[in-house]
């Protein structure tokens, strides 16, 4: 038995083993899953339907992980399993959980849905803030949606009392359209409402700092350039 086997035997007695970590240091490194993680998705479909739903966390992230890297042949030829693990996402969603951890579900369901830009840049927005390059100018921009404040700047607010900044624009939920709708509808689904207010600031628009130019915030993060 190889040891990738034996791991997979681990994980999948225990939803919140240990091993879950090692079995992704096996297969991916920093932050991307490599093709020969492709197929361990059935086995992952299998394993995540013997858990209960509140326990499916780690297998599904895990699987979207990979999903989100597959190339379109790899995604083809595991659609079985991708469909599987997707429909297992639809009462794992709602189950409760913090809103941070709530937007790597979110990230996980786009992945699996096939998205190419949030099922892999999601959790950029995890701190209540994203970075993001003015179009225009090409200033690096923090587009913050928190605790702190709803503004762009491009000073360093997290340690600077008084940053030149400007205010952020959010989309009106009935404007969203595409990921933004999808994301939003079930962020309410889920009663994760601070998730899907934040939501609404990342598909708004923001003002660069620097020269004046207003843009959509979610642009800049679908802007291939861009992503970090």
């Not at 991708?82 to 979110?106: G, K």
């Not at 959790?123 to 404040?149: A, K």
């Amino acid at each position: 038995m190889t040891k990738i086997e034996n791991l997979l035997q681990t994980v999948a007695a225990d939803p919140h083993a240990p091993a879950w970590s090692d079995l992704y240091h096996e297969v991916c490194h920093q932050g991307q899953c490599y093709p020969d993680s492709f197929p361990l998705l059935p086995d992952l479909a299998v394993i995540a339907a013997g858990f209960t739903p509140a326990d499916r966390d780690q297998v599904l992230i895990f699987a979207g992980n990979i999903a989100a890297d597959l190339d379109q042949a790899s995604r083809a030829r595991y659609a079985e399993a991708l469909a599987t693990l997707h429909q297992l996402t639809e009462t794992w969603l709602p189950t409760p959980i913090d809103p941070q951890d709530f937007i790597y579900r979110l990230k996980t369901v786009l992945a699996l849905e096939g998205d190419e830009v949030w099922g892999k840049e999601l959790d950029r927005v995890i701190h209540d803030e994203i970075e993001v390059e003015c179009p225009t100018c090409g200033t690096y921009l923090f587009v913050v949606f928190g605790e702190h404040g709803h503004f762009a700047t491009h000073e360093d607010y997290a340690i600077k009392p008084d940053v030149e900044h400007t205010p952020l624009l959010p989309a009106l939920p009935h404007e969203l359209t595409g990921a933004g709708q999808r994301l939003h509808t079930l962020s309410l689904q889920a009663q994760q409402a601070g998730v899907a207010e934040a939501l609404t600031y990342v598909f708004g628009c923001a003002t660069c700092t620097q020269c004046s130019t207003s843009f959509r915030v979610s642009d800049q993060v679908e802007a291939p350039g861009d992503w970090a």
